[in-house]
């Protein structure tokens, strides 16, 4: 063995809430219907919290779900990363009061704002922390209520996204000097903020005083989509020596069917390796990899020694890729 570390996936865990809303809800809601939202997005369906699930509460749930399958117990994590744009609080972080609900007196916890790009971000920001030695094991959470950011008169916008949350746990082990090595192989991360005006929040503490609402040119976001993704991606593949033939499952951010089909189209990443959950999740922002991950790797597709690519893009814009052998 030698004395290098590498990032394992451990457990993962996802919580949806409870209420559940079709496309057919909608159409009392503002002028769509179920055939529009489906041939746009894919989306058939999406989990909306109630007053009383936040991200927080979602977060630890999914966070324990995630520290049962990976059999360990929460004392044992010393470092916690919450991907997410709708926090509880402005501050403290989300992270820390998970850390708190979880009874984790120890380590160190905090957000990462990236939007949709979150979760990738947060995984990368955790493989750093676990490779430098700072940390051994950490709970790398995505948990977003964005349904509080929604303009109901909006119907552009408030039928895309949903709620929810996924957890990951990932531990540093030395890496072995024969076979293949398990965990996160490579990462890369980018932002452009040229592209603010195109999926933003009009409201903020410091400009508003309030959250504000979610505003998007979704033409704008669709073109530059597929191109910055496959950009981070095959890039991930030339430092790793892999291609899309070598992978297992991809598993992209869920904002919309149609740019989730196009990259991988565009990569050579044959549909049967594309995990999808946007008809049943709609976009749940940095939840989506984390919610997908789990739906995957709990139904049997995921298993140890599997090569899996994660990628995401968010506004701002944000955008990266992770690849990870199970």
Same mark, same amino acid.
Request: glycine share 10%; net charge negative; aromatic share 6%.
């Given at each position: 063995m $030698?004395?290098?570390?590498?990032? #394992?996936?451990?457990? $993962?865990? !996802? #919580? +949806?809430?409870a209420r559940t809303m079709t496309n057919r809800d909608f159409e009392g809601v503002v002028e769509t219907s179920d055939e529009w939202i489906r041939q746009r997005t894919g989306i058939a369906e999406r989990h909306i919290a109630d007053k009383d699930e936040t991200t927080v509460s979602l977060g630890e749930a999914a966070a324990r779900k995630a520290l049962d399958a990976a059999g360990i117990d929460a004392q044992s994590i010393d470092l916690i990363i919450v991907a997410t744009a709708t926090p509880d609080n402005t501050f403290p972080a989300s992270a820390v009061q998970i850390q708190n609900r979880l009874g984790i007196r120890h380590g160190f916890a905090f957000d990462m704002q =990236?939007?949709? !790009?979150?979760? #990738?971000? =947060? *995984? $990368? $920001? =955790?493989? +750093?922390?676990?490779?430098?030695? *700072? =940390?051994k094991r950490a709970l790398v959470i995505g948990s977003e209520t964005f349904s509080r950011l929604l303009d109901w008169s909006d119907r552009t916008t408030c039928v895309l996204f949903g709620d929810g949350a996924g957890a990951v746990v990932l531990e540093a082990q030395p890496v072995a000097d024969e076979g293949e090595k398990r965990g996160v192989l490579v990462s890369r991360l980018r932002s452009d903020g040229v592209h603010k005006e195109k999926l933003y929040v009009d409201g903020g503490p410091s400009t508003t005083g309030t959250v504000g609402h979610l505003r998007m040119e979704g033409r704008e976001v669709f073109k530059h989509a597929v191109g910055m993704i496959t950009d981070v991606i095959e890039e991930s593949f030339s430092l790793s020596g892999y291609d899309a033939d070598d992978i297992d499952w991809f598993v992209p951010h869920q904002a919309n069917r149609r740019i989730i089909d196009a990259s991988a189209k565009k990569l050579g990443i044959a549909a049967e390796k594309v995990v999808v959950t946007v008809d049943r999740h709609g976009n749940t922002s940095a939840a989506s990899i984390p919610l997908a991950l789990d739906t995957a790797a709990r139904d049997g597709r995921i298993k140890r020694g599997d090569l899996v690519l994660l990628e995401a893009m968010g506004g701002g814009f944000t955008w990266g890729a992770c690849l990870i052998r199970w």
């Amino acid at each position: 063995m $030698t004395d290098i570390r590498s990032s #394992v996936v451990l457990g $993962t865990g !996802s #919580v +949806l809430p409870a209420r559940t809303m079709t496309n057919r809800d909608f159409e009392g809601v503002v002028e769509t219907s179920d055939e529009w939202i489906r041939q746009r997005t894919g989306i058939a369906e999406r989990h909306i919290a109630d007053k009383d699930e936040t991200t927080v509460s979602l977060g630890e749930a999914a966070a324990r779900k995630a520290l049962d399958a990976a059999g360990i117990d929460a004392q044992s994590i010393d470092l916690i990363i919450v991907a997410t744009a709708t926090p509880d609080n402005t501050f403290p972080a989300s992270a820390v009061q998970i850390q708190n609900r979880l009874g984790i007196r120890h380590g160190f916890a905090f957000d990462m704002q =990236a939007v949709c !790009s979150g979760f #990738v971000y =947060a *995984m $990368t $920001t =955790a493989d +750093l922390y676990l490779k430098s030695g *700072m =940390a051994k094991r950490a709970l790398v959470i995505g948990s977003e209520t964005f349904s509080r950011l929604l303009d109901w008169s909006d119907r552009t916008t408030c039928v895309l996204f949903g709620d929810g949350a996924g957890a990951v746990v990932l531990e540093a082990q030395p890496v072995a000097d024969e076979g293949e090595k398990r965990g996160v192989l490579v990462s890369r991360l980018r932002s452009d903020g040229v592209h603010k005006e195109k999926l933003y929040v009009d409201g903020g503490p410091s400009t508003t005083g309030t959250v504000g609402h979610l505003r998007m040119e979704g033409r704008e976001v669709f073109k530059h989509a597929v191109g910055m993704i496959t950009d981070v991606i095959e890039e991930s593949f030339s430092l790793s020596g892999y291609d899309a033939d070598d992978i297992d499952w991809f598993v992209p951010h869920q904002a919309n069917r149609r740019i989730i089909d196009a990259s991988a189209k565009k990569l050579g990443i044959a549909a049967e390796k594309v995990v999808v959950t946007v008809d049943r999740h709609g976009n749940t922002s940095a939840a989506s990899i984390p919610l997908a991950l789990d739906t995957a790797a709990r139904d049997g597709r995921i298993k140890r020694g599997d090569l899996v690519l994660l990628e995401a893009m968010g506004g701002g814009f944000t955008w990266g890729a992770c690849l990870i052998r199970w």
